[in-house]
Each structure stands twice: as C-alpha cells, then as structure tokens.
C-alpha cells in the first residue's frame, strides 16, 4: 500500500490558477495508476483525471479538458494537477488515488490508497 498527502488546495477568484500536487511514499511509485477526483458538498465523489504509471496516457472527465493538467514525476514520487480558469463549481475537497489498474482508478473509482484531500474554493 502507498501513503498519499495532497498539497496545494486554497481560495481561489474564478479564472484564477491552483496547482495541487500529492506525494507518495511506499511502493514503486511508477507501478501505480494514479487519479484525481474531487466531492462538492451533497453531491457524490467524482472522478477528475487519471494518468498511466509511465505518463504516457491520461484521461478527463469533460467538465475540465482543456482546463486542467494531470502529469507526474516519478523521481519525486508526485502527482500533479494544474488547475486553470477555474470556475466556483470547480469548489470541492480534491483527493488523489494510487491503483494497480486502469479500470479501478478511472471506471470503479476503487483505488487502493487514498490521500486526505485538499479544499478547493472558487469564489465568483
């Protein structure tokens, strides 16, 4: 299992910029998928981005393409995900995820490991 923290999150204009990163530490940080997903108040957790073990492949709920990057340096055991033009139903607590499969970061939503989550505000 991998411990996941996640850094980054704030208050925030809309339009504005915020970068979240979440470092891992345990097992080989490159054998893992890893993902973002985000939970609003009253609503259900949602999955955001995901991104392959090597970096090569990555995926995008459609509500952020084109706004938000997903990327990872494994020599720092992190995982980014650069927030831009940022709107207020982008506010929620971000959480990242480490798995073993495609399917279960970006389908199941049933990583291994989680990290505590991060808030992330939008004012208007």
């Known amino acids: 299992q991998v411990q996941l923290v996640e850094s980054g999150g704030g208050l925030v204009q809309a339009g504005g910029s915020l970068r979240l990163s979440c470092a891992a530490s345990?097992?080989?940080?490159?054998?893992?998928?890893m993902g973002w997903y985000r939970q609003a108040p009253g609503k259900e957790r949602e999955f955001v981005a995901a991104?392959?073990?090597?970096?090569?492949?990555?995926k995008y709920v459609d509500s952020v393409k084109g706004r938000f990057t997903i990327s990872r340096d494994n020599a720092k055991n992190t995982v980014y995900l650069q927030m831009e033009s940022l709107k207020p139903e982008d506010t929620a607590v971000y959480y990242c995820g480490a798995g073993d499969t495609w399917a279960g970061i970006v389908i199941r939503m049933n990583p291994g490991s989680w990290g505590q989550g991060t808030q992330v505000t939008v004012s208007s």
């Open positions: 991104i392959s073990g090597s970096g090569i492949t990555t």
């Open positions: 345990g097992r080989t940080f490159s054998n893992y998928v």
